[in-house]
């Protein structure tokens, strides 16, 4: 039986992915390698402090926004949220930080034999967001992201090699033209049988479970139709 793809959408600064992330961890962990998780980027925040300011500015500003997030903090205890983020920390733009992390999964490459939450590639997309929702950093500066990514065991100059060789910007494109052929509306987005199979926003485990089941019935063959 083919094993099944779960196609995963996000934005690194959208707080929903942020909170979405113990979901795919947990994907990860019950479902091992019966299926494959594949981590692609979505461009919610290009222009980060414009479409922040563009939202917030009639409904409290940047102090509201920081509120909103400390209440999700509190509803979903799982996850931190400095009083600084958006307030003080303001992120120019999510596609560098997506970049960095193509570069990353490009610098570490394929291995079938990693399990997802184990791979560097993993580890860095939720050490990016730890790093700018629980501890305020600007990830969209360089030198916070070198110092992430030595932080994870990586050379920041093998990093920098696919950056500046457009290798990676290249895998981010690669992505962003997915967003608009599977029709992914937004971040989080997990998107499953050759995108048959579409969850967006802050969907409960249970449901997108229920769908990853899904996958492994019509996979076996037992798909009798209700037509």
Not at 6 to 26: A, H, P
Not at 28 to 33: H, I, L, P, Q
Not at 156 to 176: C, F, I, M, N, Q
Not at 186 to 196: A, E, I, K, L
Request: glycine share 6%; with cysteine; aromatic share 10%.
């Amino acid at each position: 039986m083919t094993r099944p793809t779960i196609t995963y959408f996000s934005d690194v600064l959208c707080i929903w992915s942020y909170i979405s992330q113990i979901r795919l961890d947990e994907l990860a962990s019950e479902y091992g390698d019966r299926i494959a998780i594949d981590e692609k980027f979505v461009s919610v925040f290009a222009d980060a402090r414009t479409k922040t300011h563009a939202t917030w500015k009639d409904k409290g500003g940047y102090a509201a926004m920081n509120a909103l997030f400390q209440k999700l903090s509190k509803k979903y205890p799982h996850i931190s949220v400095h009083p600084d983020v958006w307030t003080v920390t303001q992120p120019t733009t999510s596609t560098v930080v997506h970049q960095v992390l193509k570069a990353v999964q490009a610098v570490e490459g394929a291995d079938s034999q990693t399990a997802y939450a184990d791979t560097i590639a993993a580890k860095a997309v939720r050490g990016f967001r730890e790093a700018f929702f629980a501890q305020a950093l600007d990830v969209s500066n360089w030198q916070v992201q070198a110092d992430l990514i030595a932080e994870l065991g990586l050379e920041p100059d093998a990093v920098e090699t696919k950056l500046r060789s457009g290798e990676a910007a290249a895998l981010l494109d690669a992505d962003l033209k997915q967003v608009g052929e599977l029709h992914v509306s937004g971040s989080p987005t997990f998107v499953m049988n050759d995108g048959r199979q579409t969850l967006f926003g802050n969907v409960g485990y249970k449901l997108i479970k229920a769908n990853v089941e899904e996958l492994f019935r019509t996979n076996s063959g037992d798909n009798a139709s209700w037509c």
